[in-house]
């Protein structure tokens, strides 16, 4: 595959495949293919492509679209967001018919029961592997560790410790 347009077709039309619960379910995938497999970025353009898409407004997906765009301009955007996107969306219209003729069986509450519970395991995943390709230095290191254990084990709003991380980044001293 010599065309980049090609090789996004195909990467993202596979990994819209798996990304059950989401695109931020398939971002270990994504960024071990952008960074490791095609070296379409290296792992620092990608978190920084992801926390942007994290600050605008809009869905998850639009990570996306800016490795398309960062592989092959606008072209790349739309075919690396529509690989991603059609393929699911044919399988979940073919499955959804089918869905119905056997809901309120128990495999079907089992299936929905376990993906569930892949779709919160593929999130933690991705949180992680972002964790991990931000941390660049010992300060940075010790504010993710206090921030996610002040997020897990208290009841501050989220927003409170963003701004806190902002604060601390504006002075400089991480």
């Known amino acids: 595959m010599n065309s980049p347009l090609i090789e996004l077709a195909v990467v993202f039309s596979q990994l819209g495949l798996v990304a059950i619960g989401g695109v931020m379910s398939a971002l270990p995938d994504i960024q071990r293919q952008v960074v490791e497999v095609h070296s379409w970025m290296t792992a620092s353009e990608f978190a920084g492509?992801?926390?942007?898409t994290q600050a605008a407004p809009g869905?998850?997906?639009?990570v996306v679209a800016l490795v398309g765009w960062h592989v092959a301009g606008l072209a790349g955007a739309l075919v690396a967001l529509t690989s991603l996107i059609a393929p699911?969306?044919?399988?979940?219209y073919?499955?959804?018919s089918l869905w119905r003729r056997f809901s309120g069986t128990d495999w079907v509450k089992d299936i929905q029961s376990?993906?569930?519970?892949?779709?919160?395991?593929?999130i933690a995943a991705g949180a992680a592997l972002i964790t991990l390709s931000a941390a660049q230095s010992p300060a940075l290191d010790v504010v993710i560790i206090a921030t996610t254990a002040a997020f897990l084990g208290s009841r501050i709003q989220p927003l409170w410790l963003l701004g806190a991380g902002a604060l601390l980044g504006a002075a400089g001293l991480i």
Request: hydrophobic share 70%; net charge neutral.
């Open 59 to 62: 869905p998850n997906v639009m």
């Open 114 to 122: 376990s993906l569930n519970a892949v779709s919160v395991g593929l």
């Open 49 to 52: 492509a992801f926390a942007l």
């Open 94 to 96: 073919i499955v959804a």
């Open 88 to 92: 699911p969306a044919v399988l979940a």
